[in-house]
């Protein structure tokens, strides 16, 4: 499975490499508060739906479809479900420093 959808992160950005790493760096820029939000348990679910519909906009799509999911749990599976996105953003975020180095 392909974790980067670059077909749709080019139709999104009109294939601008510059603006393309640009947004990836603002992304990049954010996973620290997601995993805060994570971590402390205030604001989970925000952070979630926020980490969802930016992933889904770049064309991380299992990262997107996994938050998505999480997003329904309950308090007592937040820790699985946060292990589970955490996992998927890990990978997401492999393929954005994969991304960033075949950029020219």
């Not at 925000?46 to 308090?75: N, P, Y």
């Not at 599976?77 to 950029?103: C, H, I, K, N, P």
């Amino acid at each position: 499975m392909t974790i980067l959808d670059r077909a749709h992160f080019d139709h999104m950005t009109g294939a601008d490499r510059a603006l393309q790493l640009e947004i990836l760096e603002l992304f990049r820029g954010q996973v620290s508060g997601w995993r805060g939000a994570f971590a402390s348990g205030a604001g989970w679910r925000e952070a979630l739906h926020a980490m969802k519909g930016s992933a889904r906009g770049i064309g991380f799509t299992q990262l997107a479809a996994t938050c998505e999911a999480a997003e329904q749990a309950d308090e007592a599976g937040r820790a699985e479900v946060l292990g589970q996105v955490e996992a998927a953003l890990s990978e997401a975020l492999v393929a954005l420093e994969q991304f960033a180095a075949d950029a020219p």
